[in-house]
């Protein structure tokens, strides 16, 4: 069965809020929140993807400690532009 954009989207924002440290369950739950009922399906697809990487990484990339893999770079500038506000 495929899932609907509604369930994909309320997927992705639990898994935002749940993710293993503090500090991005805040980061991309808020994010989620703000961004994802507004994407297209490839954004989605690419925020899913990121969902999926490590979260000692992620925080990483999204504070600048370290240069994000290429796939990611806007998405997480987007992310680090949501953090800082």
């Known amino acids: 069965m495929t899932e609907t954009r509604e369930v994909?989207?309320?997927?992705?924002?639990m898994r935002s809020m749940r993710r293993g440290i503090k500090?991005?369950?805040?980061?991309?739950?808020?994010?989620?929140?703000?961004?994802?009922d507004a994407m297209d399906t490839a954004g989605l697809d690419q925020f899913d993807a990121l969902l999926h990487e490590n979260d000692q990484d992620l925080y990483q990339w999204v504070t600048g400690q370290a240069?994000?893999?290429?796939?990611f770079v806007h998405l997480?500038?987007?992310?680090?532009?949501t953090f800082q506000q």
């Open 67 to 71: 240069q994000p893999p290429e796939g």
């Open 23 to 36: 500090e991005m369950d805040l980061i991309l739950s808020a994010y989620a929140d703000r961004n994802l």
């Open 76 to 81: 997480v500038a987007d992310i680090a532009q």
């Open 8 to 13: 994909r989207i309320k997927r992705m924002k």
